[in-house]
C-alpha cells in the first residue's frame, strides 16, 4: 500500500511538490498517534466492508462560524477507510468545492470511491450556478453533491441568534428564483460531470422542514437524486410525518451518528428510522468535528468509528445486517449513481 502510493509520488512530481508545498505528504497522512492506529485497524466491523459515509467533514477546510479546526485530512480518512474495507465517502465542505481534492485523493487510493461536493453558502456565491457548472467541470467530474444553504441558511442563523447576513431559500411557501436557477443548473449538468459523466445529489443543508420538502419536490420533479440532511438535528427538525413525506416524494432521509451519543436519541433515531422504512434511509458519521482551534488538540471520534457505533446502536434496537447493509451501503450507492455491491 504504502510502496505504491510513494510509486505514484514518484512518479507524479508535480502531485508531491504540490502536497509537499501544503505540508500534506505520505508520513504526515499517517501522523496518529500508536493509539490512534490502533483504533483504526482493530475496526473489523462488518458493516464497514463497502460502506460509503456520505458526510465526512475533512481538511483542508476553514474554521467556519462556529471556530473549529477538522480531525484529520482527506488522506488520513482515505487511509483509515481502506484498512476498514470501505468503499468510499464524500468529503462535505459548507464553504468551499471539494471536486479538487476528490481527484487528489483518487489519485493516491486508486481504489476508494472518493466524491466530492459544494457548500452553496456565501463563500461560493451563494445559490450560484455558475459555482455547481465549475464543480461539474473540474477534471474527473467527481464533484456530485450540491449542499443547499447550511451555515448561512436563514432557518440556521435565525435559530443560532446570529447578528450575521443569510440566504432564504423560501417565502410564501415558494421557492426563490435563485434556489430555482441553482436545481436547473444542477439538472442540466447531471448525468455530464466532467470524464466521468456522473450524475449530481442534491443535499438539503441546514433549512426549515417547510422549505426541504419544497427542495425535494421541485429536484424530484426534474430527475435529481435527493438526500434530506440530518432531518432529526435541530438545524433542520423534521417532523417523522415530514420525513415521510420526503421519503414519498423519492428522497432519502439522513441520520448521523451524533445520535449513539444519548440513550434517548437513540431511541428516537431508531423508530425514525422504523417508521420511515430502512430502504429510505442512509446513515453517515458527519465526523472530522475536531476540538480545539485545530480540530486536533483533543483526540476526536474518528469517522470509521462513529460508523461502527451507529451500527451497534442500531443493532442494539432490533435492526438486522441486512438492514444496516442497506443503509450504511447499497443506499449510499445508489444515491451516488454507483451500482450496488451485492
Ligand atoms: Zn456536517
Redesign the pocket.
Known sequence: MINRRLAIFASAPLLSVLLAACGVGADSSLAQSPEEADVATATTDPVLQGAIDI?A?LDPDGYGPGGHGRSMDALDLAELAEQAGMRGFVI?QHYDQTADTAYFVRKLYPDLDVFGGIGTNFATGGLNPYAIRQMADVKGGWGRVVWMPTWDARHYVVNHGNDRPFITVASDGELTPEVSAVIEAMAEVSGRTRVSGGSLVLATGHNAPEEVLLMVEKARALGLQVIVTHPLLDSVGMSVEQMKQAAELGAYLEF?SAFTRQPETIVEYADAIREIGVEYCIVSS?RGQGSGPEGDEARAQTHVEALTAAADALRANGFTEQDLDIMFKENPARLLGLPVLQ
Open positions: 458526510h467533514h462535505k448521523v458527519d
